[in-house]
């Protein structure tokens, strides 16, 4: 009974997949957080409060709950070492919880840090740094996927939606994030990280960090292998990516956490600049993108597949 339960719950999730993951809600969320309003979303600022409002307000829509506590907001203080001042900041990750049913006590944690830059201080023209690639496309595709598990009620596993602070500013967030919770209850960290362009390896294609470190890959590419959509490994060994994302804080305590990703980073002319606007973005890529996900960590959130736990 539970193998035909779960075979409907496959066909029912690959219907709706196209449905509830469309350009439209794409465009809608992608704008939004780029907005010139939210003025760079930088850890600590008024814009970066906007944005966590506003992300706040999808999970309570979707239907999401607050984890171990009455807020979606885990709140933190920090003292900022890069700053001249060494000022504290009070800051906060934006955590929305699904439970899941048979397997509710194993976690699948799908994560993207919604801080960006922020402004420029002096120059002329545009000032404002507004990360559409880095990484209100991640945050994006963690809202919809928020949408589709919530809807398609697929996930025998509970799910964190964690939208992590202060990732430029040396993985922050997920570092406390980290630090308050037993990693032995999280089966997988699924983080998405700049998905707005074409992948180096052409049209419905994607790249995860780490992808030797685990099965986690190969799982992905397992569950897509029916699709036009292909998963490769990380391309860019040489800048250490794996180590470089908020994948990495729960890596380090033996989570499978890998990174997908998109960008060329090689030839992203816009990466770390005020050019980082939704125009230079494809809508496309990142529609198709967060549906491959969808299907692709099916089986993990499912129960059907558990990742190898990662020794660094």
């Known amino acids: 009974m539970k193998k035909l339960n779960l075979i409907f719950f496959v066909l029912v999730s690959s219907f709706l997949n196209s449905q509830i993951i469309s350009e439209i809600s794409v465009k809608r969320h992608l704008y939004t957080l780029a907005n010139d309003s939210m003025q ?12 966590a409002k506003y992300i706040e307000q999808q999970f309570f829509e979707i239907g999401l709950k607050p984890f171990n506590s009455s807020s979606f907001r885990q709140t933190f203080k920090h003292i900022n070492t890069r700053s001249e001042k060494k000022e504290e900041l009070t800051l906060f990750n934006v955590i929305g919880f699904l439970e899941g049913t048979s397997l509710k006590d194993e976690l699948v944690v799908i994560s993207a840090h919604y801080d960006h830059l922020g402004t420029k201080n002096t120059g002329e023209g545009d000032l404002i740094f507004n990360g559409a690639n880095d990484n209100a496309t991640g945050v994006t595709a963690m809202i919809m996927l928020a949408e589709y598990f919530k809807k398609t009620k697929t996930n025998y596993r509970s799910i964190l939606f964690i939208a992590f602070t202060a990732e430029e500013m040396g993985l922050v967030g997920s570092n406390h994030f980290g630090k308050t919770i037993m990693a032995k ?9 700049m998905i707005g362009k074409e992948s180096p390896f052409g049209p419905k294609t994607a790249w995860l960090t780490g992808f030797e470190r685990s099965d986690f890959g190969k799982i992905i590419q397992k569950n897509l292998s029916s699709s036009e959509y292909k998963l490769y490994p990380d391309p860019y060994k040489n800048y250490r990516l794996f180590f470089r994302s908020d994948n990495a804080s729960l890596a380090r305590l033996g989570v499978p956490a890998h990174t997908f990703s998109t960008s060329p980073m090689d030839k992203d002319l816009d990466y770390h600049k005020v050019s980082d606007e939704v125009e230079t973005l494809d809508v496309k890529t990142i529609t198709n993108t967060i549906r491959a996900i969808a299907k692709g960590i099916g089986s993990i959130v499912s129960g059907e597949d558990t990742p190898t736990r990662l020794t660094l």
Do not use: F, M
Request: hydrophobic share 35%; aromatic share 0%.
């Open 40 to 51: 760079g979303r930088k850890a600590g600022s008024p814009g970066i409060e906007k944005a």
């Open 185 to 193: 209850s999280i089966t997988a960290g699924v983080n998405i990280e």
